[in-house]
């Protein structure tokens, strides 16, 4: 479910303009009144960065979701940002098509959301993120400046690469309007082998192992502390839970199932399999979901803060260990193959979260060659730029350099992202 | 520059890098007046050859304290003229800088140095189950630091994507001269993705001095097959529906008559010289995949009415397509004594009307165009050749690649999938792009080289592109 907005944001108004030059007015509005702007998608990740201080206008993407061109046989497709990402997936599902990245609460957020928040999950392991599919983008600059870059074919070198840049960008470059997708065939087939581990040593030696497995997962997930299912193959108790996701034609499913319990035999390892799609889909939204601040089944209760690290897959283990430590009763789902962990404490950690974070986590993850960030928080009292975002990155002065080339009146998304006060 | 200043430059290099590692005698100078791209020649004042970060990082400083040009150079094999040193200032080669610096199996990266040729590293990765996924034709000669420069892409991008899919972070030396590091070899590092754009930035934004790339698995198979065609047509058709079916071959290349006769007299491989044209196909992955989608490609061939597809019977066979397709461009010399080639990109499925528009405007401005390119990626390499010696040919091979590039243009593409706007297609900027897209561009620029110090007049033709005029097409045909 979104957050109320009102209750995140400081807005005194929304607007929902239905073209761009239409957006682009009132941004241009905006820096002339040097008011903050707010770019509003589905609403799904209010709560990631620190919390909004300025007053200033909502600008909603909601009435911008066309799909502009989709040719289908060319595998791309053209949409406006403010279309949900259910509404995109169903209409490439029809043409046996997808977006290959696992975007949190579909039905409520929008494409250009998900693309400024560069949503994703356990598919990105063989997937990669939303950068990789990116191939044009249309948007407004904080001077009410329209533009593009990139365009509707699949390669394409021209012009320096917006399209990478404002992933993850949280609108604080620009307001995405518009952009053009590479996609590809849907895999006919998915299924999950899993197993119980009885210590996070166990689980790291086995995920040693599958670097050169034979086999070409789509998802390697590890698990630990409450699980976030109440059945099937999520429901485990065990210290430590690995499922790896296949997913491709069913003799290459069915290959590389058998391979991995032939491998895992030889390990001592007992892995269960399932090819029932409604069990399997279950799983892969359940693990989707995991990040969301009040997805249900995850310990049964809404969390207290969520934490997402960022480090060599070869250290979430160490990374694991290090944040027991201080929640013993947290609930981690790693992408493990891709390094990145997700933490959901419903319990205050010792010694409090801020500390937790600051003194503990955050360096563990800069020893594990790694970030640490905030995501969600319940209370945003004690919430400071390191807290949120970790120490400044090395190139934070190019950053911001790049920010006030943008949004020189610093008026897009103020004050929440990386930049510090910008 | 200013001529008095120059000794006094070339010893502070000296001291910087050392005697050996700078090059300021004319005759030396020659080799770095152009890259691939031999139409403009402009020769730098001086080369440097840094061996590391600090090395530079010292060179940058004393180009600003010098107030000249600086530009980054890897093995020169840019198409464009990325590395043409307009203006003049220092070519900052980076060949020296060679070091495999780090080979993390388990995290699936390597942190390379720019100068590290691209083939280098699938060489140290053999046996390891391992490989580095771009691989550009020039792949034997060019570095990783101009891939990155470029963003390059290669044959099998189809399906493992270009450059900018495989580069996890890097160090730079920005135009002040500091060192930053951005990315790494984790993913998602908190904050805007900087890495996403120096990738393609043709040497404009920084110079890279370490670049963690990603490692891809080796796939457990390959099915190689060659699509004999007795017309263009049915062959880009079958392009357009191999993709439409939703089959993503790891890579598929077309070949047309005209280049097939050159790479038979070069590699004696076999082709049925005949035949209009060739799609090379191969697929990639889990045996147990295999053989499925290669029936599926191959009945989608019979039903375009090809007239035969054959599967490379070993690896061996399979190695010696490759070759033929990679060095294709070196063929062209038994074409004709010059030629020169576009990058333009298509949607796949105006391919077909694409390939007959090239034909017809070759044959509408006199000159003789042959094809061989990544198909899959509606990426198009038309080769138009000439003798340079020939004025008047040279005003139609300059006109026919113009059309061209405003063809694809009209059908909804690019001028450029790979090779780079560099000096040779600043002009096009302008019809890809508004004013407003350019000023964007440019502000970028900005952020990271405020004074135009690194890589000036190159990409954006808002940056002071002084009289870069195109007088002549293309380059001499290897011999």
């Known amino acids: 479910m979104p957050t109320d907005v009102a209750h995140t944001l400081p807005l005194d108004d929304t607007l929902t303009p239905v073209a761009e030059d239409e957006l682009a007015r009132v941004v241009r509005e905006c820096a002339r009144d040097r008011r903050a702007v707010y770019p509003l998608g589905g609403q799904t990740s209010l709560d990631v960065g620190l919390p909004a201080r300025r007053r200033g206008l909502g600008l909603s993407l909601a009435g911008m979701n066309n799909i502009v061109d989709y040719p289908a046989r060319d595998m791309t497709i053209t949409v406006e940002a403010g279309l949900r990402v259910a509404d995109l997936a169903d209409k490439l599902a029809a043409e046996n098509q997808w977006l290959p990245i696992d975007i949190p609460e579909a039905s409520q957020a929008t494409i250009g959301g998900a693309i400024a928040s560069n949503a994703s999950g356990p598919r990105r392991y063989a997937h990669g993120t939303i950068r990789d599919y990116v191939i044009g983008i249309r948007a407004v600059d904080g001077r009410g400046t329209a533009f593009q870059a990139g365009g509707r074919v699949v390669k394409n070198v021209a012009g320096y690469d917006f399209c990478k840049l404002l992933c993850g960008s949280f609108g604080t470059l620009a307001v995405i309007t518009q952009v053009t997708l590479k996609i590809k065939p849907r895999p006919p087939a998915s299924a999950w082998a899993w197993c119980e581990l009885p210590s996070l040593e166990a689980a790291d030696k086995l995920l040693a192992t599958l670097t050169t497995s034979a086999t070409t997962p789509t998802a390697i997930e590890l698990l630990t502390g409450p699980p976030p299912d109440e059945e099937g193959p999520l429901a485990s108790v065990a210290p430590a839970r690995l499922l790896i996701g296949y997913e491709g034609t069913a003799a290459e499913v069915a290959w590389q199932l058998e391979q991995i319990q032939m491998a895992g035999r030889a390990e001592g390892v007992n892995y269960q399999s399932t090819g029932e799609t409604a069990t399997v889909q279950r799983v892969w939204s359940r693990l989707t979901e995991f990040s969301v601040p009040d997805a249900e089944g995850v310990a049964q209760t809404s969390a207290l803060a969520i934490i997402k690290a960022s480090v060599l897959s070869s250290m979430i283990t160490n990374l694991i260990r290090s944040i027991q430590e201080l929640a013993p009763t947290a609930a981690i789902l790693a992408h493990a193959g891709s390094g990145i962990v997700t933490v959901r404490l419903s319990e205050t950690p010792l010694g409090g979260l801020a500390a937790a974070i600051v003194r503990h986590w955050q360096p563990a993850a800069r020893a594990a060659r790694g970030n640490l960030v905030l995501l969600a928080a319940r209370d945003t009292g004690e919430l400071t730029r390191q807290v949120v975002w970790g120490m400044p990155q090395d190139d934070a002065r190019l950053q911001l350099a790049v920010k006030q080339q943008f949004d020189p009146h610093g008026i897009l998304n103020p004050g929440r992202f990386v930049y510090g006060s910008a | 520059m200013i001529a008095q200043r120059l000794p006094s430059l070339i010893e502070d290099l000296r001291r910087a890098v050392g005697s050996d590692g700078v090059l300021a005698n004319r005759a030396d100078l020659l080799v770095y007046e152009c890259d691939g791209f031999v139409i403009e020649k402009s ?52 060949t020296r800088m060679k070091r495999i610096l780090e080979i993390d199996l388990r995290n699936r990266y390597a942190l390379v140095e720019p100068g590290v040729v691209n083939v280098w590293l699938t060489q140290a990765l053999k046996g390891t189950g391992f490989h580095y996924a771009p691989d550009p034709s020039s792949q034997g000669a060019c570095t990783i630091g101009g891939n990155l420069a470029t963003n390059s892409g290669g044959p099998h991008t189809l399906k493992y994507g270009v450059t900018v899919n495989h580069v996890l972070g890097l160090e730079a030396v920005l135009a002040d001269g500091s060192i930053v590091e951005i990315g790494g070899p984790a993913e998602d590092a908190p904050g805007l993705d900087l890495t996403g754009v120096l990738v393609g930035s043709e040497g404009t934004l920084a110079i890279a001095t370490k670049i963690w790339v990603r490692l891809t698995r080796d796939p457990q198979g390959y099915r190689t097959m060659l699509g004999v ?151 198009l390499h038309p080769i138009v050749l000439f003798d340079e010696r020939n004025p008047d040919e040279i005003r139609r091979v300059l006109a026919a690649s113009g059309e061209i590039l405003d063809e694809c243009i009209a059908c909804g593409g690019s001028v450029t999938g790979e090779h780079g706007i560099g000096v040779e297609k600043l002009e096009f900027m302008r019809k890809l792009f508004t004013p407003d897209d350019l000023a964007v561009m440019e502000r970028l620029r900005h952020a990271f080289n405020p004074v135009g110090r690194l890589s000036p007049h190159k990409m954006l033709p808002t940056a002071g592109a002084c009289g870069i005029e195109q007088r002549a097409p293309g380059r001499r045909a290897a011999l």
């Open chain 2, 43 to 94: 020769s730098p004042d001086v080369v440097v050859f840094p061996r590391s970060t600090a090395d530079v990082a010292a060179v940058v400083r004393l180009a600003n304290e010098y107030d000249v040009p600086c530009l980054p150079r890897g093995a020169g094999t840019s198409l464009a003229g990325g590395c043409l040193p307009v203006g003049g200032g220092i070519v900052v080669a980076l």
């Open chain 2, 229 to 379: 065609f007795e017309s263009v047509d049915d062959a880009t058709t079958s392009i357009s529906e191999i993709i439409a079916a939703g089959i993503v071959p790891a890579a598929l290349e077309m070949m047309d008559q005209g280049i097939l006769v050159a790479l038979e007299e070069a590699f004696q491989f076999g082709f049925p010289l005949d035949a209009q044209a060739i799609l090379l196909i191969e697929v990639d992955g889990l045996e147990a995949g295999l053989d499925e989608q290669r029936d599926r490609i191959a009945e989608i061939c019979q039903r375009c009415h090809a007239r035969e597809v054959r599967q490379a019977v070993d690896a061996a066979e399979r190695q010696k397509l490759w070759k033929c397709r990679k060095q294709a461009f070196g063929a062209v010399g038994r074409l004709s004594p010059s030629y020169c080639t576009q990058d333009g990109v298509v949607p796949r499925t105006k391919l077909p009307h694409m390939l007959r528009r090239i034909y017809e405007i070759g044959g509408k401005h006199g000159v003789r165009i042959v094809n061989v390119f990544h198909a899959g990626d509606g990426n």
